[in-house]
Nanobody
Framework: QVQLVESGGGLVQPGGSLRLSCAAS????????MSWYRQAPGNQRGLVGV???????RYADSVEGRFTISRDNAKNTVYLEMNSLYPEDTAVYYC???????????????WGQGTQVTVSS
């Protein structure tokens, strides 16, 4: 079982920056890909970006060039650096991680509880 705990959300003015963190804990063999999703009121949850275990990242078109995902495998932590924030970036941001229980197990999935990001003047 893996628990994901996000932190770093809050209120920021348009054009500002925030850094989210998500730490994985619990019992697992390895953490595979880690992702950030977001969900605004009335919208479906959508992918913001994903980073592989090896550090390769890709992003949704709407955040490309403004957001950066990174990870610290030693700390089982993924980060989301958000710059040039717009009001439309306002949403609850969720962390997602794949993990294995043994060397040969399938990949399981865990979700964090979400952290609110509000971009407003």
């Amino acid at each position: 079982q893996v628990q994901l705990v996000e932190s770093g959300g809050g209120l920021v003015q348009p054009g500002g920056s925030l850094r989210l963190s998500c730490a994985a804990s619990g019992t697992f063999f390895s953490i595979t890909a880690m992702s950030w999703y977001r969900q605004a009121p009335g919208n479906q949850r959508g992918l913001v970006g994903v980073i592989t275990q090896g550090g390769s990242a890709r992003y949704a078109d709407s955040v490309e060039g403004r957001f950066t995902i990174s990870r610290d495998n030693a700390k089982n932590t993924v980060y989301l650096e958000m710059n040039s924030l717009y009001p439309e970036d306002t949403a609850v941001y969720y962390c997602n991680a794949g993990y294995t229980k043994t060397l040969v197990s399938r990949v399981y999935e865990a979700w964090g509880q979400g952290t609110q990001v509000t971009v407003s003047s």
